[in-house]
């Protein structure tokens, strides 16, 4: 990474969240001038030199405010949540983070933001047997990804709105993530997604072991590093509006991701049980990253075994923590 962040203005929108805090940090370590959105929850790791402005941003003058002055955005606020979540009660994530993006969107290109870079999502794609690449986003959603789905690919049609169909454009980079796993990520067990969640029920030892789903589920993980130079490379690089996959371009299955948790965990003997009757998401997904490596030079260094013994490391020194 060059020396393009040193003084610029970063704003990032959800910086109590997982992402925010893994994105703050490596900006400060580059030299950026970080300004942070939080709302209700206070952030598991703070920086005196971080401006930190709290307010809602499904209020248009907190946007505006929060705007004012700023280089770059960085949009990581959203209303997010596990499968439990999604399947049974999809509409909590509708109407807020529509409201937040569109309301986002709007602050930026009022107040001049050079740049704007939104965190989509892979549930933007269908099911298939095959990685997925940016144009395989046609509207076409896995059934309990249907209102996620497309709450996310609206929101990435109002970044084309503003790049590509107005006088005086504001660009916009869409990042498409893997499933992101990694230090500050949501362990609660009504909050967190597979790994969090698996790597709690490790490292505490939970008997029996539960599983969700029969364990086959083929995903594509990328530790929450390489996400970070991912999309700072994205920022940095890009002149012109572009979509990308960001992942690790690996698929691998849960049953596959749970046998390195447990390693880590010196809990090889748990009695592990597949519950089918419990929610579970998509039952593969593949991610094909070639553009982010052509456009970006973009490498994932961390490997699943590395991500894994990193992340219940953090979680194993953090669990007395409200995370």
């Known amino acids: 990474m060059t020396k393009f962040f040193k003084g610029k203005k970063i704003l990032i929108a959800g910086g109590a969240g997982f ?20 709302h209700e929850n206070e952030p598991l790791w703070k920086d005196s030199s971080v401006e930190y402005v709290r307010g809602n941003l499904e209020k248009a003058r907190n946007c505006l405010s929060l705007c004012e002055g700023v280089d770059y955005l960085i949009i990581a606020s959203a209303n997010s949540s596990g499968a439990a979540v999604i399947e049974k009660t999809p509409l909590v994530h509708l109407t807020p983070n529509l409201i937040m993006n569109a309301r986002l969107l709007e602050a930026a290109y009022s107040q001049g933001i050079k740049k704007t870079l939104f965190f989509s999502s892979n549930t933007v794609y269908p099911l298939t047997d095959f990685a997925v690449k940016e144009s395989d986003a046609k509207y ?12 996310k690919r609206f929101s990435e049609i109002m970044c084309d709105i503003y790049s590509n169909h107005i006088k ?5 980079i869409v990042i498409r993530p893997g499933n992101v796993y990694g230090p500050y990520d949501k362990f609660d067990p009504k909050k967190s997604k597979v790994v ?35 999309t700072l490379l994205a920022l940095e690089k890009l002149d012109s509006p572009e979509t990308l996959n960001v992942a690790s371009g690996k698929p691998i299955t849960i049953r596959e991701v749970l046998g390195h948790i447990l390693k880590v965990s010196c809990f090889e003997k748990a009695e592990v049980l597949y519950d089918g009757s419990m929610p579970s998401m998509i039952p593969r997904r593949m991610i094909d990253i070639e ?3 052509q456009l970006l030079g973009f490498t994932p260094r961390v490997g699943i075994e590395e991500g894994i013994e990193k992340t219940v490391k953090w979680y194993s020194e953090n669990s007395n923590r409200t995370i």
């Open 19 to 38: 992402l925010g805090i893994n994105l703050t940090k490596r900006l400060l370590e580059l030299g950026a001038d970080v300004r942070a959105s939080i």
């Open 140 to 151: 076409e959603f896995y059934s309990k990804y249907y209102v996620v789905g497309w709450m």
């Open 168 to 172: 005086n454009p504001m660009q916009s």
């Open 196 to 230: 969090p969640a698996l790597i709690r029920k490790a490292v505490h030892k939970e008997h029996p072991f539960k599983v969700w789903g029969d364990g086959n589920d083929v995903k594509d993980f990328i530790y929450i590093d390489d996400l970070v130079e991912g």
């Open 291 to 293: 553009k982010a490596i």
